[in-house]
């Protein structure tokens, strides 16, 4: 069985910074990549970004810049740090795991955390 446990969502005020955190546990052979994804209401879900296990990163369209992800594989777990927050950056984000077990490939969703970006 593997565990997504997601978490650093919350209210933010428009210009601040927040940083989410996915940590993963189970059977997990080897990590393929991590990383996160949002979905706002009556939008479809997006691509944030998502890193691989040698480091190398993929963002969204226009985020790179003010979102930077970042992992440990020691603790498998990745990061996602946003910064200058704006109101469209509202919705809930979800924490993506690909892994290798058993050379078969596996998809994992967390749960997701909410992000809202108000004054």
């Known amino acids: 069985q593997v565990q997504l446990v997601e978490s650093g969502g919350g209210l933010v005020q428009p210009g601040g910074s927040l940083r989410l955190s996915c940590a993963a546990s189970?059977?997990?052979?080897?990590?393929?990549?991590m990383g996160w994804y949002r979905q706002a209401p009556g939008k479809q879900r997006e691509l944030v970004a998502d890193i691989t296990s040698g480091g190398i990163t993929n963002y969204g369209d226009s985020l790179k810049g003010r979102f930077t992800i970042s992992s440990d594989n020691a603790k498998s777990t990745v990061y996602l740090q946003m910064n200058s927050l704006k109101p469209e950056d509202t919705a809930v984000y979800y924490c993506?795991?690909?892994?290798?077990?058993?050379?078969?490939?596996?998809?994992?969703w967390g749960q997701g955390t909410q992000v809202t970006v108000s004054s």
């Open positions: 189970g059977s997990i052979s080897i990590i393929v990549k």
């Open positions: 993506r795991l690909h892994f290798m077990r058993l050379s078969l490939a596996y998809n994992y």
